[in-house]
């Protein structure tokens, strides 16, 4: 049984920093494309980035536009592990933050093509 499970949510003030992760179990997700989605109170869910492996140790990540230059996502291919750096954080990225999984290796950004979700994890920035 495949389970994602999201952790280092929090609260945290503004311009501060907070590195989430994404435990996967039940397979491995090396050759998988991952990504961070978050649902701000009261909206959809949106997404954030998405990291997938275009060769043995090299891997192509793409950002939404509100969070680039801020945040980093990485993967720990043998802890089946990853995680998402928020730097510089504000109230605007007060969301459930969840990690998502594919089973194709292409990064894409609508929440459909993700096969595999974990619960989520909390974040919220003070201001």
């Known amino acids: 049984q495949v389970q994602l499970v999201e952790s280092g949510g929090g609260l945290v003030q503004a311009g501060g920093s907070l590195r989430l992760s994404c435990a996967a179990s039940?397979?491995?997700?090396?050759?998988?494309?991952m990504a961070w989605f978050r649902q701000p109170p009261g909206k959809e869910r949106e997404f954030v980035a998405s990291?997938?492996?275009?060769?043995?140790?090299?891997?192509?990540?793409t950002y939404a536009d509100s969070v680039k230059g801020r945040f980093t996502i990485s993967r720990d291919n043998a802890k089946n592990m990853v995680y998402l750096q928020m730097n510089s954080v504000n109230p605007e990225d007060t969301a459930v933050y969840y990690c998502?999984?594919?089973?194709?290796?292409?990064?894409?950004?609508?929440?459909?093509?993700?096969?595999?979700w974990g619960q989520g994890t909390q974040v919220t920035v003070s201001s």
């Open positions: 039940g397979r491995t997700f090396s050759s998988n494309a």
């Open positions: 990291i997938a492996r275009t060769g043995p140790n090299t891997y192509y990540a």
């Open positions: 998502a999984a594919a089973n194709r290796n292409v990064v894409v950004t609508i929440a459909e093509r993700y096969d595999f």
